[in-house]
């Protein structure tokens, strides 16, 4: 580990590709979200501000780092 990495510290949120339960839509969505995110094709909740972290509604398939 350099000296930089250890002075610069790396972020621990990260954007997240969910699928909806209702309608099976995949969206892409930030892992600390700070405002309701609603499905773009049926409008269900997908992820709900938690002080933090995101509540996440739906199956999380894949992570974007």
């Known amino acids: 580990m350099s000296e930089w990495e ?3 510290p790396k972020p621990k949120s990260k954007f997240i590709r969910v699928k909806c ?3 099976g ?3 892409i969505l930030f892992s600390h ?3 309701k995110v609603k499905c773009n094709v049926c409008g269900t909740i997908l992820a709900e501000p938690a002080g933090g ?3 996440i509604n739906g199956e999380i398939v894949a992570i974007f780092e």
């Open 33 to 35: 979200a700070a405002t």
């Open 21 to 23: 339960p209702e309608c």
């Open 53 to 55: 972290k995101a509540k």
């Open 25 to 27: 839509n995949e969206q």
């Open 6 to 8: 250890k002075l610069i």
